[in-house]
């Protein structure tokens, strides 16, 4: 079984900056992708960012440039800092891992307000 766990959400002002943190553990050892998707109300999940397990990294046209992906493999541990956050970073933010198979956090909300 493969548990991963999500934190850093929270409330912030706009242009603020926040830091958020994916930890996998169980049954899995060679991860392929990490990434983070996120579902604000009453639209679909969307990619944010990813990095697959050489270093690549891709984003979505809407973080590109504020946000950056990081994995540290060796804690199975994805990071998202985002920068210059705007009201429309509002949702609620999915870790996604991949190692053949596709698993999911439980998601951790951020919101953008003053």
């Known amino acids: 079984q493969v548990q991963l766990v999500e934190s850093g959400g929270g409330l912030v002002q706009p242009g603020g900056s926040l830091r958020l943190s994916c930890a996998a553990s169980?049954?899995?050892?060679?991860?392929?992708?990490m990434g983070w998707y996120r579902q604000a109300p009453g639209k679909q999940r969307e990619l944010v960012a990813g990095?697959?397990?050489?270093?690549?990294?891709n984003y979505g046209d809407s973080v590109r440039g504020r946000f950056t992906i990081s994995r540290d493999n060796a804690k199975k541990t994805v990071y998202l800092q985002m920068n210059r956050l705007k009201p429309e970073d509002t949702a609620v933010y999915y870790c996604?891992?991949?190692?053949?198979?596709?698993?999911w956090g439980q998601g951790t909300q951020v919101t953008v307000s003053s």
């Open positions: 169980g049954s899995i050892f060679t991860i392929n992708y």
């Open positions: 990095i697959t397990g050489g270093g690549t990294r």
């Open positions: 996604n891992v991949r190692d053949g198979a596709a698993y």
